[in-house]
C-alpha cells in the first residue's frame, strides 16, 4: 500500500542537508572534517538582536500576532524597502513568513495552476524546482554558463517564455554562484517580462553581502511596471546571521500578498513572536554588525579565491556577492579517476576530509560549491587539503 501524495514521491532530496549530514556522521566519529558547505553565516546573531528578543519575552510578548506579521514589522520592512531601494510599499503589500524559503513556498503554492511553468535559471537554488512542482507547476530551465558568468540573458528568456509561463525566478546575489546582475541586465530582463506580461520572483536574501565595486539592484526599482510585477522576497537570515530565527518576507502586489496571508492563516498561524520582534531590531536598530559580517566575508574571498583558482582543473569566475565559489572542477575530477563531480565530491570527503556540494544539486554537474562561511584558517586548510589532494592523483 501506498500511502504517499504524488506530489511528495518525485521530490529530490537536499543535496546539501545530505552533504552535512554525512559530514556531521564522520566529525561525530572523530574525523577532521572541514564543511565547507554551509548556507549560513559563522557569526553569532548581533547582542542587539539578542537583547531585543529576550527584553520582548520578558515583557511578555509571547502570544499569537497577526498571520501576516506584526504591524511594527511590517513598518521596519516598509522602512528597509525605501532606505535601501527607494521603494514604497504599504503594510497590506508585506507578508511576513516563516524565513524566505515558507515564504516562497507560499508565495508558489497562491501563483501557480496545475501546468502553470516558472522559468528558472541555472545554476539554481535547490529549493526553487522542488517548491514550483509541490505547487503542481512546470519548473522551465535556461542555462547561464560560465562563459556568460552564469546569468542570463534576455533573449535566453525571450525563447523559454510560452503561454503557460507564469513568473521567472532572478536571484541577485546568487546562490550557488555569488553572481549580480547589473542594473542594465535587470532591465532587459524586465523588459521581456512586461512584453510577454509574467510576473518576476525576486529572491533578494544575499543583497547585503556585496563585495568590491558591485552594486545590488532590486529589479522592482527599475520602473513602476517592474515594481507592479515583482514579488521581493528576502529575510534577516543572511544579512543578520539569523538564520535559525526564520523570518522572511515578500513585498509586492496586494493581491497577491492577501492570498499568501490566507494562506498562512490555516498553515502557520503566524511567524515566531520573538522572532518578529528581533527582526525588528534587525532592521530598526544599529547596522554596524552587519557591515562587519560584509567585511570579513570580502577579506575571506580575497584571501582563498586565487588559491582556488590555483588547483589544477579548476575553472572559477570571482563572485560578486553571497559567500560562494562556484568551480567547475570536471577536469580536476576525470583526470583524478573519476566518472563524474558527484563522485569526486564524495572522495573529497572520504579521503580529503572536505566537505563540499556536488554542483548537481543546482543544475550545475560539472561544479561544486564551496561556502567561504567559515574562519579563514579553516578555509585555509581546506583548500590546501583540495589542492593536495588533486596534485597526487593527477593523471596526465
Known amino acids: ?32 572534517v572541514i564543511g565547507l558547505g554551509a548556507g549560513e553565516p559563522d557569526y553569532n546573531t548581533p547582542e542587539n538582536i539578542l537583547t531585543a528578543a529576550y527584553q520582548s519575552m520578558k515583557e511578555g510578548k509571547t502570544k499569537y500576532t497577526p498571520s501576516g506579521g506584526l504591524p511594527a514589522l511590517k513598518k521596519a520592512i516598509i522602512s528597509k524597502l525605501e532606505k535601501d531601494q527607494n521603494l514604497s510599499y504599504e503594510p497590506k503589500e508585506i507578508m511576513v513568513g516563516i524565513g524566505a524559503k515558507h515564504v516562497l513556498y507560499t508565495l508558489f503554492q497562491v501563483l501557480l495552476n ?51 509561463t507564469k513568473a521567472v525566478i532572478i536571484n541577485s546575489p546568487s546562490n550557488p554562484t555569488g553572481m549580480l546582475y547589473t542594473k542594465e541586465e535587470l532591465a532587459e530582463l524586465a523588459d521581456v517580462c512586461r512584453e510577454s506580461d509574467i510576473l518576476i520572483v525576486s529572491d533578494e536574501i544575499y543583497e547585503k553581502l556585496i563585495y568590491g565595486e558591485a552594486v545590488h539592484t532590486s529589479v522592482a526599482e527599475l520602473s513602476e511596471d517592474a515594481k507592479k510585477r515583482t514579488i521581493i522576497i528576502n529575510g534577516v537570515s543572511k544579512s543578520h546571521s539569523m538564520t535559525g530565527w526564520r523570518i522572511g518576507y515578500a513585498a509586492g502586489d496586494a493581491e497577491i500578498i492577501k492570498a499568501m496571508t490566507d494562506l498562512a492563516s490555516h498553515s502557520t498561524s503566524n511567524p515566531t513572536t520573538t522572532s518578529q520582534y528581533a527582526a525588528i531590531e534587525a532592521y530598526d536598530g544599529p547596522q554596524e554588525a552587519v557591515e562587519e559580517m560584509r567585511q570579513a566575508f570580502e577579506a575571506r574571498l580575497e584571501a582563498i579565491f586565487p588559491k582556488v583558482a590555483a588547483i589544477p582543473g579548476f575553472n572559477v569566475i570571482r563572485p ?30 572520504t579521503e580529503a576530509n572536505v566537505a563540499v556540494i556536488p554542483g548537481s544539486g543546482f543544475g550545475a554537474p560539472k561544479t561544486i560549491r564551496l561556502s567561504y562561511a567559515t574562519s579563514l584558517e579553516a578555509l585555509t586548510e581546506a583548500v590546501e587539503r583540495i589542492n593536495q589532494f588533486v596534485t597526487s592523483k593527477w593523471q596526465d
Open 114 to 164: 496545475e501546468g502553470d511553468e516558472v522559468i528558472i535559471p541555472i545554476p539554481y537554488w535547490v529549493s526553487y524546482p522542488e517548491q514550483v512542482k509541490l505547487a503542481q507547476g512546470v519548473p522551465v530551465y535556461i542555462e547561464a554558463t560560465s562563459s556568460q558568468a552564469y546569468k542570463v540573458t534576455a533573449e535566453q528568456l525571450r525563447k523559454a517564455i510560452t503561454d503557460r
Open 1 to 32: 500500500m501506498n500511502n504517499l501524495a504524488k506530489r511528495v514521491q518525485t521530490l529530490t532530496p537536499s543535496t546539501t542537508l545530505a552533504i552535512t549530514a554525512k559530514a556531521n556522521e564522520l566529525k561525530a566519529a572523530g574525523v577532521d
Open 320 to 349: 560578486e556577492g553571497a559567500f560562494y565559489l562556484l568551480p567547475e572542477v570536471e577536469k580536476a575530477a576525470h583526470k583524478t579517476g573519476y566518472s563524474s563531480v558527484d563522485e569526486f565530491a564524495t572522495a573529497l570527503l
